[in-house]
């Protein structure tokens, strides 16, 4: 019988994390974001002579889409052979409009071929700070969770959990390029992509809800824990 991917994470064998997604999942510039608290709490935990095991690979890239994992899956997910994929898309499907049924057949496909290779899925929503893009973005999240029980594999969300919390808190690092898709010009507050309290909420639902483990609370380098009530609404 094959091993969940959780039985391997409890059991500390050799498992494999791979994160796919748009520009919230690569966080090139925001440290600590949500797999690096990731990273650190799964390799420095009470057994960690063996946490070594526990690989977490991420190849989402700034403006990905779905359609992108389609078209490369044999090297973008296939070929890592994961026993779990972590899966964040649909961002990009909404602005300029978004095309329910289109996104909902793509994201169904690109499940569909993961599960077929014997992978585990888990998926979770997202919420930026942008009102005008809230209602598609409900609808977004509706459509992830409606798939998720369809296909029987674990949702996340953290759409409802950023809800609860003060986006301008959230959301206040400065845009340094010209993004035409997202109107969003330099010197503008990026209101796509959440700080390190942010990335802390995304990593603390992860942990909780998909490896039943809090983040490791111990103080190293940069990683310190923020007291996140002080980001509630």
Not at 23 to 28: F, G, L, P, V
Not at 186 to 210: F, S
């Amino acid at each position: 019988m094959k091993l969940t991917y959780l039985d391997k994470f409890k059991n500390y064998d050799h498992m494999t994390i791979l994160l796919i997604g748009s520009s919230i999942t690569a966080q090139d510039w925001c440290h600590p974001n949500w797999h690096d608290w990731l990273n650190y709490t799964f390799k420095l935990d009470d057994n960690w002579e063996d946490c070594w095991k526990r690989k977490i690979i991420n190849v989402a890239r700034d403006g990905a889409t779905i359609t992108h994992y389609l078209n490369n899956f044999e090297s973008e997910i296939k070929r890592f052979k994961p026993d779990l994929v972590i899966e964040s898309l649909g961002l990009n499907s909404i602005n300029p409009y978004f095309d329910y049924e289109k996104t909902k057949s793509e994201l169904s496909d690109l499940n569909k071929q993961i599960i077929g290779n014997n992978i585990e899925i888990a998926c979770w929503s997202y919420l930026i700070n942008k009102p005008v893009y809230f209602e598609s973005l409900k609808k977004l999240r509706n459509l992830q969770m409606e798939l998720a029980k369809e296909m029987d594999y674990k949702f996340i969300d953290i759409y409802s959990v950023f809800s609860k919390y003060n986006l301008d808190k959230l959301f206040d690092y400065i845009y340094p390029y010209d993004n035409e898709r997202w109107s969003v010009k330099p010197g503008d507050t990026d209101y796509l992509h959440c700080n390190v309290a942010g990335n802390q909420i995304i990593a603390e639902c992860l942990a909780k809800e998909l490896f039943n483990v809090e983040l490791n609370s111990d103080e190293m380098g940069t990683m310190k824990l923020l007291d996140l009530r002080k980001y509630l609404k």
